[in-house]
């Protein structure tokens, strides 16, 4: 949140532009409210806090929304509209360029909302995944985290960080951290968890993994052998944080 003495971002020309544009008055002569309307939104974009006084024409406008939302760091969202606060393309779309800080205030609808958090989730470039996460209501978290074939999309679209997410139950599967391995090396072998690390057909099977990941390059010799070269049983050690 911002402090009162923060200095918010300047508006930008193509946003000013686009809210002036949309709510200028129709008919040119007269129109006092359309007037009005747009004198609010020339103070919301010179004070984003305005927008909670606002008359409703002006909460509900995406644009003028976004950028207030834009120059607040996040806050302005909780002045805007139910129906933008419940929109999925609108939050999707003002977090790529905000990020998270805006998700405490979208519509409660919103956090049981699988399809949404997929695709939130899928498309958070801008912050960790597991922060992204907590929006979610608890029992659809819990239900994303446990699903294999959910955990393995993230997996394939963000690497390693992906399992920071994943259940307990996922990170003890043998066979769910063995495929894990094949799609992104062996990063990921340092979210197994402590049973599968201390079990030595894991460790061969988590070698061959590597080997797969890597096409066979730098392992040298057997891959199922209990001793791996020592360069990379050191690596590989050191991810499983397993004794030499």
Request: net charge negative; with cysteine; proline share 5%.
């Amino acid at each position: 949140s911002l402090g009162s003495g923060a200095a918010a971002p300047a508006p930008q020309p193509q946003a000013a532009a686009a809210v002036a544009e949309a709510t200028a008055v129709s008919d040119g002569d007269g129109d006092e409210g359309g007037a009005d309307i747009e004198r609010w939104c020339e103070e919301v974009l010179e004070d984003w806090r305005r927008l909670e006084q606002a008359p409703d024409e002006c909460k509900n406008d995406p644009d003028l929304v976004s950028e207030a939302t834009r120059l607040s760091a996040g806050e302005a969202l909780r002045f805007a509209s139910p129906s933008l606060r419940s929109s999925s393309d609108f939050i999707l779309g003002v977090m790529q360029e905000v990020g998270p800080a805006i998700l405490e205030h979208v519509d409660v609808s919103l956090r049981t909302h699988r399809q949404f958090v997929e695709e939130l989730l899928a498309t958070c470039n801008n912050c960790p995944l597991h922060e992204a996460l907590q929006f979610a209501a608890a029992h659809l978290r819990d239900t994303l985290c446990g699903d294999r074939a959910f955990a393995m999309r993230l997996l394939r679209r963000s690497g390693p960080e992906a399992l920071h997410i994943v259940s307990e139950e996922l990170r003890a599967d043998r066979a769910f951290i063995l495929d894990a391995v094949r799609e992104v090396g062996p990063l990921a072998l340092e979210f197994a968890s402590r049973e599968l690390r201390a079990s030595s057909e894991f460790l061969r099977g988590a070698f061959a993994a590597c080997a797969h990941a890597t096409g066979g390059e730098g392992l040298g010799g057997d891959c199922g052998r209990p001793e791996p070269p020592s360069a990379v049983g050191a690596l590989l050690r050191g991810l499983l944080r397993v004794d030499a």
